[in-house]
Each structure stands twice: as C-alpha cells, then as structure tokens.
C-alpha cells in the first residue's frame, strides 16, 4: 500500500498570508495525485487533479505542484473560508487508492 | 447540478448488516464511475469501493473485502452499498462521490453516518 504522509499537522496562518502544505508518497505516484479541502460538516471538495490542476471553480489561489514524490497544496493568501482540513490522495496504484492524514489549517 | 443524496445509515449491533443507498441526480449517472469514501470519527478519508459506469467491475477496500458489496441500479439513478459483518471500525460517515475513472472524486454527497456498536 503506499502511505501519503501530510506535513504539517495544523497551520496556523493570518489572513492574507500563504503557506504550502506538503505530501509526500511512499513511492512513486507519478503525478497522479489529487487534494480535497473538507470543513466541518460539509462534504470534501475537490480542488486539484493530477497534481497541479484546479477543478472547476476552484479559486486561483490554490495551487498545486510536484517534485518527485513531494506533493505540494499552496494556499496563497488564506482566506476565512478556507479554515478547514487538506487531504491528499494517490491514484497512481489503482485501484488501491489512499489518502494522507490530513492538514489543518486555521486562522491565527 | 450535481446531486447525491444518500440514505440507510443508522445504529447497528457488531455482525450486523446495513445496505447504504445513493441518489444521483443533475448528470448521466450511467456514464460516470462511482464510489464510496468513508471518515471515521476524528480521523481522516478512506476510500471503500469503486463500481464502473455499467457494472462490469467493482472493487473494494482489503480491509472490507467479503463483508461489504457494491453495486447500482443506472434506471433508477442509484448507488448501493451492502455492508455485512460490520464490525466497530466500520463507523464512519459514508460519503457517496462520483469519480473520474475510479480515480479521483469529483463531487460528493453529504454522507450518512453508520454507527456499529452494542
């Protein structure tokens, strides 16, 4: 099974401010490799595909990338909607699809 | 617009059965892969099962395999999951997504929460 570990846990950030949330595979994943945003009683939402492609919608201040086996969400200028927790998901060893822990991200 | 309403979770002893239900509506169900994703309480998403646009493929989670089943019905625009044996660490919330090939999940219901316990 490959493992996605997320990093940090929690972010704090201010308004305005930026940070990346990262996630790393176990093994290679290609880029096949999918983040969702889930707030409190809401369901997931999709935000990007294939590593660095946004979903319908999705606000450009989302961005992703990749290195290798180093994923990365950018959240570029935090918002108040955006408090919520990001996961990440392989969908490269189909189909045994797996997700990272998860990170929080908060307002300071 | 997209829709996925889901329904029949609920209280259930250990050993216990449930089947879980999904209605799609606002796109052509019988062309798009579907899934079931699960949270259990305080921890993060997992994926549980994958059925293909017309039946012919289906699978699921190792940890599920032989206990829970998944299956539709594309005239009636619905997603099911049987769950059987259920066993504690099975509760969670169940999450009815369409997906992109079985890959990636695209659009989600709001869940149902399956609670196992005695």
């Known amino acids: 099974e490959i493992v996605m570990t997320q990093s940090p846990v929690t972010l704090s950030l201010s308004p305005g401010e930026g940070a990346p949330l990262s996630c790393r595979a176990s093994q290679s994943v290609g880029s096949n490799v999918a983040w969702y945003q889930k707030k409190p009683g809401q369901a997931p939402r999709l935000l990007i595909y294939a590593s660095s492609t946004r979903a319908t919608g999705v606000p450009a201040r989302f961005s992703g990338s990749r290195s290798g086996t180093q994923f990365t969400l950018v959240i570029s200028s935090l918002q108040s909607e955006d408090v919520g927790v990001y996961y990440c998901?392989?969908?490269?060893?189909?189909?045994?699809?797996?997700f990272g822990g998860g990170t929080r991200v908060d307002i300071k | 617009e997209v829709q996925l309403v889901e329904s029949g979770g609920g209280l259930v002893q250990p050993g216990g059965s449930l089947r879980l239900s999904c209605v799609a509506s606002g796109f052509s169900f019988s062309d798009y892969w579907m899934s079931w994703v699960r949270q259990s309480p305080g921890r993060g998403l997992e994926w549980v099962a994958n059925?293909?646009?017309?039946?012919?493929?289906?699978y699921v989670l190792d940890s599920v395999r032989g206990r829970f089943s998944v299956s539709r019905d594309n005239a009636k625009n619905s997603l099911y999951l049987q769950m059987t044996t259920l066993r504690v660490e099975d509760t969670a919330v169940y999450y009815c997504v369409r997906s992109i090939y079985g890959n990636y999940f695209e659009s989600w219901g709001q869940g149902t929460l399956v609670t196992v316990s005695s």
């Open positions: 059925i293909k646009h017309d039946e012919s493929e289906t």
């Open positions: 998901q392989q969908y490269n060893s189909w189909p045994s699809l797996t």
